[in-house]
């Protein structure tokens, strides 16, 4: 599982930010042109809306939350980068110790 790791938080980490990007772009769309809801395109805001989430501030919340998930895989991403760098250091070092 731990060679996984990276692996995962990284498909996760693109499928978040396509997923945050999506609903970002319409919901600020839908900002700019003045609707007083949310645009119907892309892909999860409608399947949102089918879930009863239809209200721009609905939609700014769902947003928020999917930014800051987003950001913790990235953050999971890059505690999983420095530990690998850290555990290959120290191998490294173990090897040049014992020569």
Known sequence: MRKKMPFL???LFVLFGA???????CLFAG?????????MRGVAVPI?????IATQEQLLVVFCVMLLIT?????GGVV????KTLQS?????????KN
């Open 9 to 11: 938080l990284a498909v």
């Open 19 to 25: 997923l945050s990007a999506d609903i970002g772009v």
């Open 71 to 75: 950001g913790a895989l990235l953050a």
């Open 89 to 97: 250091k120290m191998a490294r070092d173990e090897e040049t110790e």
């Open 48 to 52: 949102l809306a089918k879930c009863g």
């Open 31 to 39: 900002i700019v042109q003045g609707a007083e809801e949310p645009l």
């Open 80 to 83: 999983c980068a420095a530990a």
